[in-house]
Protein backbone atom coordinates (compact mmCIF):
# COMPACT_ATOMS: atom_id res chain seq x y z
CA UNK A 1 0.00 0.00 0.00
CA UNK A 2 3.03 2.44 0.10
CA UNK A 3 2.14 3.23 -4.06
CA UNK A 4 -1.24 3.78 -3.00
CA UNK A 5 -0.10 5.86 0.07
CA UNK A 6 2.19 8.13 -1.61
CA UNK A 7 -0.09 8.67 -4.36
CA UNK A 8 -3.78 9.89 -4.88
CA UNK A 9 -5.93 11.07 -7.85
CA UNK A 10 -4.93 15.17 -6.70
CA UNK A 11 -1.60 14.47 -7.06
CA UNK A 12 -1.97 12.93 -10.60
CA UNK A 13 -1.92 15.06 -13.66
CA UNK A 14 -2.47 14.38 -16.78
CA UNK A 15 -1.38 16.86 -19.88
CA UNK A 16 2.33 18.18 -18.07
CA UNK A 17 2.77 21.52 -19.22
CA UNK A 18 6.58 21.45 -19.15
CA UNK A 19 8.91 21.07 -22.12
CA UNK A 20 12.16 20.67 -19.85
CA UNK A 21 13.49 18.89 -16.62
CA UNK A 22 14.10 22.28 -14.25
CA UNK A 23 10.27 22.98 -15.38
CA UNK A 24 8.74 20.15 -14.91
CA UNK A 25 10.53 19.57 -11.41
CA UNK A 26 8.88 23.20 -10.44
CA UNK A 27 5.08 22.16 -12.21
CA UNK A 28 5.61 18.85 -9.64
CA UNK A 29 6.72 20.48 -6.79
CA UNK A 30 3.42 23.03 -7.45
CA UNK A 31 0.70 20.30 -7.73
CA UNK A 32 1.91 18.97 -4.47
CA UNK A 33 2.06 21.90 -2.78
CA UNK A 34 -1.86 22.10 -3.34
CA UNK A 35 -2.18 19.15 -1.77
CA UNK A 36 -0.57 19.69 1.36
CA UNK A 37 -2.15 20.19 4.39
CA UNK A 38 -3.47 23.65 4.49
CA UNK A 39 -2.70 24.20 7.99
CA UNK A 40 0.94 23.74 7.64
CA UNK A 41 3.55 25.42 4.99
CA UNK A 42 4.84 23.67 2.52
CA UNK A 43 8.57 23.58 2.11
CA UNK A 44 8.74 24.35 -1.40
CA UNK A 45 12.25 25.68 -1.59
CA UNK A 46 13.89 22.88 0.16
CA UNK A 47 11.88 20.33 -2.11
CA UNK A 48 13.36 22.00 -4.95
CA UNK A 49 17.22 22.35 -3.90
CA UNK A 50 16.95 18.54 -2.78
CA UNK A 51 15.23 17.15 -5.99
CA UNK A 52 17.93 19.31 -8.29
CA UNK A 53 20.96 18.33 -5.95
CA UNK A 54 19.62 14.63 -6.59
CA UNK A 55 19.29 14.92 -10.31
CA UNK A 56 22.67 16.69 -10.14
CA UNK A 57 24.74 13.42 -9.05
CA UNK A 58 22.90 11.44 -12.34
CA UNK A 59 19.62 11.91 -14.15
CA UNK A 60 16.75 10.39 -13.14
CA UNK A 61 15.39 10.11 -16.71
CA UNK A 62 15.75 6.22 -16.17
CA UNK A 63 14.03 4.01 -18.35
CA UNK A 64 11.71 4.38 -21.74
CA UNK A 65 9.94 7.48 -21.27
CA UNK A 66 10.11 7.36 -17.80
CA UNK A 67 11.36 9.76 -14.87
CA UNK A 68 11.65 8.80 -11.14
CA UNK A 69 13.04 12.12 -9.55
CA UNK A 70 13.33 11.34 -5.87
CA UNK A 71 14.78 13.40 -2.69
CA UNK A 72 14.62 13.20 1.13
CA UNK A 73 14.88 16.57 3.15
CA UNK A 74 13.87 17.25 6.70
CA UNK A 75 11.08 19.51 6.42
CA UNK A 76 8.53 16.98 4.84
CA UNK A 77 5.70 15.40 7.25
CA UNK A 78 5.76 11.88 5.19
CA UNK A 79 6.28 10.06 2.32
CA UNK A 80 4.49 12.09 -0.95
CA UNK A 81 4.87 11.61 -4.59
CA UNK A 82 3.38 13.44 -7.71
CA UNK A 83 2.65 11.54 -11.35
CA UNK A 84 2.67 13.14 -14.19
CA UNK A 85 1.80 12.40 -17.88
CA UNK A 86 2.83 14.18 -21.05
CA UNK A 87 1.61 13.80 -24.20
CA UNK A 88 4.41 15.65 -25.79
CA UNK A 89 7.55 14.42 -24.30
CA UNK A 90 9.87 16.43 -22.15
CA UNK A 91 13.76 17.09 -22.33
CA UNK A 92 14.39 15.42 -18.95
CA UNK A 93 18.45 14.77 -20.04
CA UNK A 94 17.24 11.00 -19.82
CA UNK A 95 20.49 8.24 -19.60
CA UNK A 96 19.19 6.96 -22.45
CA UNK A 97 18.68 10.12 -24.55
CA UNK A 98 14.61 10.04 -24.72
CA UNK A 99 11.98 12.13 -23.79
CA UNK A 100 10.11 11.58 -20.70
CA UNK A 101 6.12 10.86 -21.00
CA UNK A 102 5.78 9.57 -17.55
CA UNK A 103 7.36 11.08 -14.19
CA UNK A 104 7.05 9.42 -10.97
CA UNK A 105 8.29 11.90 -8.24
CA UNK A 106 9.33 11.34 -4.55
CA UNK A 107 9.94 13.33 -1.64
CA UNK A 108 10.21 11.89 2.23
CA UNK A 109 11.78 12.80 5.45
CA UNK A 110 15.30 11.46 6.25
CA UNK A 111 13.16 9.35 8.59
CA UNK A 112 10.94 7.29 6.30
CA UNK A 113 14.35 5.70 4.28
CA UNK A 114 12.88 2.35 4.13
CA UNK A 115 9.56 3.63 2.98
CA UNK A 116 11.33 5.66 0.18
CA UNK A 117 13.23 2.73 -1.10
CA UNK A 118 10.08 0.22 -1.27
CA UNK A 119 8.42 2.84 -3.00
CA UNK A 120 11.68 3.33 -5.60
CA UNK A 121 11.94 -0.51 -5.26
CA UNK A 122 7.75 -0.76 -6.82
CA UNK A 123 8.14 1.77 -9.19
CA UNK A 124 11.26 -0.23 -11.24
CA UNK A 125 8.72 -3.25 -10.65
CA UNK A 126 6.27 -0.73 -12.02
CA UNK A 127 7.71 0.13 -15.15
CA UNK A 128 9.58 -3.30 -16.20
CA UNK A 129 5.47 -4.25 -16.50
CA UNK A 130 5.05 -2.95 -20.30
CA UNK A 131 1.63 -3.65 -20.15
CA UNK A 132 0.63 -1.84 -17.04
CA UNK A 133 3.37 1.03 -18.61
CA UNK A 134 1.40 1.25 -21.70
CA UNK A 135 -2.09 1.64 -19.76
CA UNK A 136 -1.15 4.02 -17.88
CA UNK A 137 0.43 6.13 -20.96
CA UNK A 138 -3.34 5.91 -22.52
CA UNK A 139 -5.18 7.22 -19.06
CA UNK A 140 -7.43 9.91 -19.78
CA UNK A 141 -8.13 10.67 -16.05
CA UNK A 142 -5.87 10.70 -12.52
CA UNK A 143 -8.90 8.59 -10.66
CA UNK A 144 -7.67 5.53 -14.09
CA UNK A 145 -4.04 6.62 -13.17
CA UNK A 146 -4.41 5.72 -9.70
CA UNK A 147 -6.97 2.36 -10.07
CA UNK A 148 -3.83 1.15 -12.46
CA UNK A 149 -1.55 1.40 -9.52
CA UNK A 150 -3.84 0.20 -6.97
CA UNK A 151 -4.60 -2.97 -8.93
CA UNK A 152 -0.55 -2.98 -9.81
CA UNK A 153 -0.15 -3.11 -5.78
CA UNK A 154 -2.65 -5.09 -4.81
CA UNK A 155 -1.24 -7.90 -6.76
CA UNK A 156 2.14 -7.70 -5.21
CA UNK A 157 0.45 -8.45 -1.75
CA UNK A 158 -2.15 -10.98 -2.58
Known amino acids: MILQNAFKPATIKIGLESEYKDELLEELVDILAKD ?3 DRIFPREEALRALRKREEKMSTGIYKGVAVPHATFDSI ?11 NGIDFESLDGNPV ?3 FMLVSPPSQ ?5 EALRQIALLIKDHLLLENLMK ?4 EKVFALIREFEDSLNP
Open 77 to 87: DKLRGVIGLSR
Open 113 to 117: AEAHL
Open 101 to 103: YLV
Open 36 to 38: YPK
Open 139 to 142: ATTP
